[in-house]
């Protein structure tokens, strides 16, 4: 390539804006004409294809929504864009998932997800923070042996543990007593190796000076857990309690096993997955049905996408 | 007392006091433990801080990973030891066939997919004025459950017959522009296909958040070098950019994999794994919990595990790699 390098040939610090380019030919050789016509083929294909995915990425929930808004009758006889050129908006769509009859009313659900996932979240994150301070701080012996086998039990896919885990729990009187109690055991049991190594990544980073200076200043372990680690990892602690909230949230494999298809605590997706089974045609329903349940991961998401995308680029990512 | 007990939210309130209660005390006993000398103090820091964690983990992941490891080998209530018999019934299963058929289809497919357009997208949008924007674009299906993008999808996919208005979108489409409407999710074998793409929607994400991070870290002087050479920009894509981010690229790859083997969920909601869409992890919970067999469930559990075990072998050597290029 014997192209000359431009930024030799350009004039450093002027006030001079950059030349615009030229179409007459001039002085200019024919191939950097070429060159140029060709990066402007290549952007304007690059802006079309990079178009072409975010439509495809956003128009499927959009139409999704806008369905969702519709009277039943345009439902099923006209598709979601005929909304553009007759419009017409109704809530009778939520009114019934969110407060119709029984057999259709989803908001009984919404609330049992709602009290599956927060102590699901909180629960691991806590055993969590605790664990990987001591993998990280305490020093014992085989330590490094144990946190390497915790590590491995990413491996172990949730398939593998679920048959048995559920016997534990069936029939015990504890579990008769607080029927949400295997939920919140069991997403806590699959959230932990996980949580451990990346909240113990995340204290590996911790400056061990500041951990010394505590000590010499005469603070024991519960002090420096919680005056110096707590709070030097709340970044972390905030994207893994988004991941895992949303986890459990969106969980369908946990809540359709451990709830045993009981409607008292059976989370939103499982009754999502159920009428989209026995109503598969009836699209009013699931419509709105699907957007009442994504409708609170998106609002979490848009809001914490800081602490979201940095979870994500921490590696938290679990299957 | 009795709202604690038999409300909804009565049990939210008393399991969140009770967690709460549960480290109060684990620290108090570590401030207790301060107090005493010697090796008896560190061990019972250790379990203090690290047993609760670790003894959850034993009892609920460790145990029932070899129990499940055992079901394998015994019949469906695991009262008579059968062998191999539960695999040969996988391998063998007409159904079983299919499944390992589609799974292999899906392990192969959505993770190349999803890493494909979120690195073309990744490359396209860097540094334009869009960028963050473009981004929430599409790492937004990530946000959605399974069950939701399935729901969603299903709706696009729909189909009427030739007579009637189409109110799916692509079906939509295709009459439109003169072609005949299509059953994307009765007809085999492209009916998989058009499930994978659903995963490749919410994976693409992931794979364009990472993969972006990873091409604004490849060194300036490294684009230099080649722009002074005067490559092309699909030049510096293909010669430059591709194999800067080599090893996030295997992470992505294989972590989109991992996750992969274990979907059910789509399969259940779009098609409930009729038409020939069957995939081993719903087929799993399908043996496990629909026809209680524990012994063909468990089976197929133990060869998902299988499959797993060398993708995440390679996925945490690379990521050491990363780590050990980084520095």
């Known amino acids: ?319 | 007392m009795s709202f604690l007990l038999y409300s909804k939210n009565g049990q939210l309130v008393l399991a969140l006091v009770a967690f709460a209660a549960v480290f109060v005390l684990l620290l108090l006993i570590a401030k207790l433990a301060e107090r005493a000398t010697g090796r008896a103090r560190g061990a019972l820091m250790v379990a203090v801080f690290g047993g609760p964690a670790l003894a959850l983990l034993a009892v609920g992941l460790i145990y029932p990973a070899i129990r499940t490891g055992w079901m394998s080998f015994m019949n469906a209530r695991s009262e008579v030891f059968v062998g191999w018999a539960n695999y040969a019934h996988v391998f063998t299963d007409p159904g079983g066939v299919i499944a390992l058929r589609n799974t292999l289809l899906w392990v192969v497919l959505a993770p190349l997919l999803a890493t494909a357009i979120g690195l073309v997208y990744a490359v396209l949008i860097d540094r334009s004025r869009f960028e963050s924007a473009a981004k929430s674009l599409l790492f937004l299906p990530m946000a959605i459950s399974f069950v939701g993008a399935g729901i969603i999808w299903r709706f696009v996919y729909e189909y009427r017959g030739a007579a009637q208005e189409q109110t799916g979108l692509l079906n939509a489409l295709i009459v439109w522009s003169g072609g005949e409407p299509v059953r994307f999710l009765q007809d085999s074998p492209l009916n998989t296909i058009f499930l994978i793409f659903v995963l490749v929607w919410t994976e693409a994400g992931f794979a364009m958040v990472v993969l972006s991070a990873a091409i604004k870290a490849v060194p300036q002087d490294i684009i230099d070098a080649a722009r002074l050479d005067g490559v092309s920009s699909w030049q510096m894509f293909w010669r430059v950019t591709v194999p800067s981010i080599r090893p996030s690229l295997v992470v992505v790859l294989t972590t989109i994999s991992i996750a992969t083997l274990k979907i059910f969920d789509i399969t259940r909601t779009m098609t409930g794994a009729e038409f020939e869409t069957q995939v081993l992890a719903n087929e799993m919970y399908d043996w496990s919990f629909v026809f209680g067999d524990n012994g063909v469930g468990s089976a197929m559990a133990v060869i998902i595990f299988l499959l797993v075990i060398p993708l995440v072998i390679y996925n945490v050597r690379q990521m050491a790699t990363n780590r050990a290029v980084r520095g």
């Not at chain 1, 491995?152 to 109690?181: E, K, N």
């Not at chain 1, 857990?225 to 895992?244: D, G, K, Y």
């Open chain 1, 1 to 319: 390539m014997t192209t000359p390098p431009t930024t030799m040939t350009t004039p450093v610090m002027t006030d001079v804006p950059p030349r615009p380019p030229s179409t007459s030919g001039g002085g200019a050789p024919n191939r950097s004409a070429a060159a140029k016509f060709r990066k402007l083929v290549t952007n304007r294909v690059g802006s079309a294809v990079a178009i072409v995915i975010a439509v495809l990425w956003t128009l499927p929930t959009f139409g999704l929504f806008v369905s969702s808004l519709r009277p039943e009758a345009d439902i099923r006889s006209t598709g979601w864009w005929h909304v553009f050129t007759d419009p017409s908006f109704t809530l009778a769509n939520y009114e019934r998932v969110l407060g119709g009859a029984t057999s259709t009313n989803l908001a009984v659900y919404f609330q049992n997800s709602l009290v599956i996932a927060i102590p699901a979240t909180l629960l691991p994150l806590g055993l969590a923070i605790m664990a990987s301070y001591a993998f990280s701080v305490l020093k014992w012996r085989g330590r490094d042996w144990v946190f390497v086998g915790v590590f491995a039990l990413q491996v172990v896919p949730l398939q593998m543990a679920l048959i048995p885990l559920l016997r534990i729990f069936s029939g015990s009187a504890a579990a008769d007593a607080f029927p949400f109690l295997s939920l919140w055991v069991a997403h806590t049991i699959f959230a932990l190796p996980l949580a451990i190594f990346l909240l113990h990544n995340f204290m590996g980073e911790v400056p061990r000076e500041l951990i010394e200076a505590a000590q010499i200043d005469g603070a024991g372990h519960v002090t420096v857990f919680l005056r110096v680690m707590l709070p030097l990892m709340r970044p972390a602690i905030a994207s893994f309690a988004i991941f895992q909230f949303l986890w459990v949230w969106n969980d369908l494999l946990v809540g359709l096993t451990f709830s045993g298809g009981s409607r008292t605590i059976q989370p939103l997706t499982a009754a999502l997955a159920a009428m989209a089974g026995d109503r598969g045609q009836e699209w009013h329903l699931l419509t709105a049905g699907a957007f009442v349940s994504i409708l609170l991961p998106l609002v979490v998401f848009f809001s914490l996408q800081r602490f979201f995308v940095r979870g994500l680029l921490a590696g938290s990512v679990k299957g």
